[in-house]
């Protein structure tokens, strides 16, 4: 079976740095893998049109350079194609629009092996995680139930029982949903920072770790001081637009336009 260096990491307590990727272009994730410098790729497929055989190709191209994955799965249908992505070989899931104990326990049991010990609702399927064989057997389990688990807390109704949510067992992170939770909730700007410290406070309570999202580094040094490890930064569609959006304007404030001929 494959190793799954993300959950190495997780298991080791060592910290981690992600990048995210919108394009289900394999060579998109090859390219991240080639710049040895990220732990794993986030596929974002709640965000974009994909195929299942794209997950099969995003998990052989990070494969190449022993890259970890990750897919980030919107609320509808998840547990499908949380199943498909491990089957394609993706180390970890994210869940996103997780409002409920009963939504994390679900979510969790869906990557889980189907056996008396794991108690989860994956069973035997002869996916490309388990090729050549059909699956089933203890290697296969065994890379199954090592899955990381990340939720996103970004709905209004997560903080009805916050503990009891993040308390779910097989739960490796929490990523936070400002925009989401602003949009959910109605609440200001002022009103969704202090929720937000109430989620990291709570992530403490239950020994749960936060990651953080950034499109830059501004804020790096000051997080990794109060003691975050995990994050994520960029989107491959921000960096690409930021990028051409510098290279097209530097070039048009360089440009001259030509004298007029005259006779």
């Given at each position: 079976?494959r190793?799954?260096?993300?959950?190495?990491r997780f298991?080791d307590?060592r910290?981690?740095?992600?990048?995210?990727?919108?394009?289900?272009?394999?060579?998109?994730?090859?390219?991240?893998?080639?710049?040895?410098?990220?732990?794993?790729v986030?596929?974002?497929?709640?965000?974009?049109?994909f195929t299942?055989?794209?997950?099969?190709?995003?998990?052989?191209?990070?494969e190449?350079?022993?890259?970890?994955?990750?897919?980030?799965?919107?609320?509808?249908?998840?547990?499908?194609?949380?199943q498909?992505a491990?089957?394609?070989g993706?180390?970890g899931?994210?869940?996103?629009?997780m409002?409920?104990?009963?939504?994390?326990?679900?979510?969790?049991?869906?990557v889980?092996?189907?056996?008396?010990?794991?108690?989860?609702?994956?069973?035997?399927a002869?996916?490309?995680?388990?090729?050549?064989?059909?699956?089933?057997?203890?290697?296969?389990?065994?890379s199954?139930a090592?899955?990381?688990?990340?939720?996103?807390?970004?709905?209004?109704?997560?903080?009805?029982?916050l503990?009891?949510?993040?308390?779910?067992?097989?739960?490796?992170?929490?990523?936070?949903?400002?925009?989401?939770?602003?949009?959910?909730?109605?609440?200001?700007?002022?009103?969704?920072?202090?929720?937000?410290?109430?989620?990291?406070?709570?992530?403490?309570?239950?020994?749960?770790?936060?990651?953080?999202?950034?499109?830059?580094l501004?804020?790096?040094?000051?997080?990794?001081?109060?003691g975050f490890?995990?994050?994520?930064?960029?989107?491959d569609?921000?960096?690409?637009?930021?990028?051409?959006?510098?290279?097209?304007?530097?070039a048009?404030?360089?440009?001259r336009?030509?004298?007029?001929?005259t006779?």
């Amino acid at each position: 079976m494959r190793q799954n260096p993300l959950r190495e990491r997780f298991a080791d307590g060592r910290p981690t740095i992600a990048t995210r990727v919108m394009l289900p272009d394999p060579a998109v994730t090859e390219a991240v893998g080639q710049t040895g410098v990220f732990d794993y790729v986030e596929f974002l497929a709640e965000y974009n049109a994909f195929t299942l055989h794209d997950l099969d190709n995003i998990g052989r191209a990070a494969e190449l350079h022993g890259l970890g994955t990750m897919v980030k799965l919107d609320y509808e249908h998840n547990r499908y194609l949380a199943q498909r992505a491990v089957g394609s070989g993706f180390g970890g899931v994210l869940f996103a629009d997780m409002r409920t104990r009963d939504d994390v326990l679900r979510a969790v049991a869906s990557v889980r092996p189907d056996t008396p010990g794991h108690g989860g609702t994956y069973g035997a399927a002869a996916r490309r995680n388990a090729r050549p064989d059909y699956g089933g057997g203890a290697a296969y389990v065994r890379s199954v139930a090592e899955t990381v688990v990340g939720v996103m807390v970004e709905k209004r109704e997560s903080f009805d029982d916050l503990d009891a949510l993040l308390s779910v067992p097989g739960v490796d992170f929490v990523q936070w949903g400002p925009t989401d939770f602003g949009m959910s909730s109605g609440k200001t700007a002022g009103e969704i920072d202090a929720v937000r410290s109430e989620l990291f406070a709570a992530c403490a309570r239950n020994g749960v770790p936060a990651r953080i999202e950034l499109a830059g580094l501004d804020e790096f040094n000051d997080l990794c001081a109060q003691g975050f490890r995990h994050f994520s930064l960029g989107i491959d569609i921000d960096i690409l637009f930021r990028s051409w959006k510098r290279l097209g304007t530097e070039a048009r404030a360089l440009l001259r336009t030509p004298k007029a001929v005259t006779s």
